[in-house]
T-cell receptor, first 115, second 114 residues
Framework: EAGVAQSPRYKIIEKRQSVAFWCNPI?????LYWYQQILGQGPKLLIQFQNNGVVDDSQLPKDRFSAERLKGVDSTLKIQPAKLEDSAVYLCASSPDRDSSYEQYFGPGTRLTVT | AQTVTQSQPEMSVQEAETVTLSCTYD???????LFWYKQPPSRQMILVIR??????QNATENRFSVNFQKAAKSFSLKISDSQLGDAAMYFCAYRRSGNTPLVFGKGTRLSVIA
């Protein structure tokens, strides 16, 4: 079974530029999460999708961040315009079933550096 | 809001020895799940072990075991016979019942000394 795929793996941009990250979850996984992991900290949820609907985006800075999940499969996360404090690793994770008690499967992450 | 605290930013252990990583959490929920994730330098987060709060028996997975103290809201990870490949960041995480996001601690960086 293929794992969660993310691209790009690394991205360097200047502040005020825009950037987009892509995630392809494990086939059949209904739930998709985007987490932000700042250096030295644990991941924090940005947004959760159930199929193509948003379940929780309460911690997403909506003035600059946006995310979508087309057709309940792939997802993109966009930042526009980027700030220095957005430098972090952006992790995508997926899980199989609604109300599942089981694990989330993580992708390798995208390391964003904003200069 | 639920919180997870890992009080040991760094730990080290000699190869073949045993090490225990600490984790405490705060929640008012009665039904939840606890996890330990490992994140090697490549950054791929991998599940090490999970514990259902309703189970009294501590979970074990080969060399990894937990000490789950529900009343004390404590969830420590014991790694026996440590190997060089165990070196990584270890994150304790909490999840409410249902398809809910994980709440992570800040992590403990484990070094294994040959």
């Amino acid at each position: 079974e293929a794992g969660v795929a993310q691209s790009p793996r690394y991205k360097i941009i200047e502040k005020r530029q825009s950037v987009a990250f892509w995630c392809n979850p494990i086939s059949g996984h209904a739930t998709l999460y985007w987490y932000q992991q700042i250096l030295g900290q644990g991941p924090k949820l940005l947004i959760q999708f159930q199929n193509n609907g948003v379940v929780d985006d309460s911690q997403l800075p909506k003035d600059r961040f946006s995310a979508e999940r087309l057709k309940g499969v792939d997802s993109t996360l966009k930042i526009q315009p980027a700030k220095l404090e957005d430098s972090a690793v952006y992790l995508c994770a997926s899980s199989p079933d609604r109300d599942s008690s089981y694990e989330q499967y993580f992708g390798p992450g995208t390391r964003l550096t904003v200069t | 809001a639920q919180t997870v605290t890992q009080s040991q930013p760094e730990m080290s252990v000699q190869e073949a020895e045993t090490v225990t990583l600490s984790c405490t959490y705060d929640t008012s929920e009665s039904d939840y799940y606890l996890f330990w994730y490992k994140q090697p330098p490549s950054r791929q987060m991998i599940l090490v072990i999970r514990q259902e709060a309703y189970k009294q028996q501590n979970a074990t997975e080969n060399r990894f075991s937990v000490n789950f103290q529900k009343a004390a809201k404590s969830f420590s990870l014991k790694i026996s016979d440590s190997q060089l490949g165990d070196a990584a960041m270890y994150f304790c995480a909490y999840r409410r019942s249902g398809n809910t996001p994980l709440v992570f601690g800040k992590g403990t960086r484990l070094s294994v000394i040959a």
